[in-house]
């Protein structure tokens, strides 16, 4: 179950990274609401998780689910570039993430 606590933590980081970018500054209301209620929500869910994970892989694989996800909305939304090397590094995190999971003990 914390795995899961885990990938939803990582969910509302990006949530909160692609919220940053509609707030304007904080100048707007409803984003800037959103993205704060999303810092909320995400910290608070890493945190339960890392009652049982191990703080060295529970943190590096929340940062690296809101990478992944902050970059993928970023190329859908906000029609960022896309090229081989963006790719690659995504890939690259994703194995990151994927050796961390199977090397934990719990």
Avoid: Q
């Avoid at 970018?21 to 959103?34: A, Q, V």
């Avoid at 049982?52 to 529970?58: D, F, H, I, K, Q």
């Amino acid at each position: 179950m914390s795995w899961l606590i885990l990938v939803i933590a990582g969910l509302f980081e990006v949530g909160w990274a692609v919220g940053l970018k509609y707030t304007d500054g904080f100048s707007r209301f409803w984003p800037s609401l959103w993205t704060l209620l999303s810092m909320i929500v995400s910290i608070w869910l890493l945190s339960v998780a890392m009652k049982v994970l191990p703080v060295g892989t529970a943190y590096p694989i929340w940062v690296g689910v809101g990478a992944i996800g902050t970059v993928v909305l970023g190329i859908v939304l906000m029609g960022e570039a896309v090229n081989a090397l963006r790719l690659v590094s995504i890939l690259l995190i994703i194995v990151g993430i994927v050796g961390l999971k199977i090397s934990s003990v719990s």
